[in-house]
């Protein structure tokens, strides 16, 4: 099994960062693909970036293009998301996935329990 949790997220003013980070434990997590996704009250969880397991490829969503960046540390088994220029739209709960290199929920086996961001007008 594989263990994620996240940290980081807060309350922060529009036009302010914050840096997500996601810890996993369990089997090997270097074959994993990575993604970040967001869920917003009412709303359906959505793809915000996903990064191959190797770190060679990304790929974001266009609502975040240019202003979010994903990176990962294999060797200490973290994920992270690098937030800028943060909008209020932006506002959601934040969850960690592992799995593959995928805009889809579906292709994700191991979530984390989510972290609050919010942003403040």
């Known amino acids: 099994q594989v263990q994620l949790v996240e940290s980081g997220g807060g309350l922060v003013q529009a036009g302010g960062s914050l840096r997500l980070s996601c810890a996993a434990s369990g089997r090997t997590f270097s074959t994993l693909g990575a993604g970040w996704f967001r869920q917003a009250p009412g709303k359906e969880r959505e793809f915000v970036a996903s990064?191959?397991?190797?770190?060679?490829?990304?790929f974001y969503a266009d609502s975040v293009k240019g202003r979010f960046t994903i990176s990962r540390d294999i060797a200490k088994n973290t994920v992270h998301l690098q937030m800028s220029s943060l909008k209020p739209e932006d506002t959601a709960v934040y969850y960690c996935?592992?799995?593959?290199?995928?805009?889809?929920?579906?292709?994700?086996?191991?979530w984390g329990q989510g972290t609050q961001v919010t942003v403040s007008s």
């Open positions: 990064i191959t397991w190797r770190a060679i490829s990304t």
């Open positions: 996935a592992l799995g593959s290199y995928s805009s889809s929920p579906r292709g994700y086996d191991y």
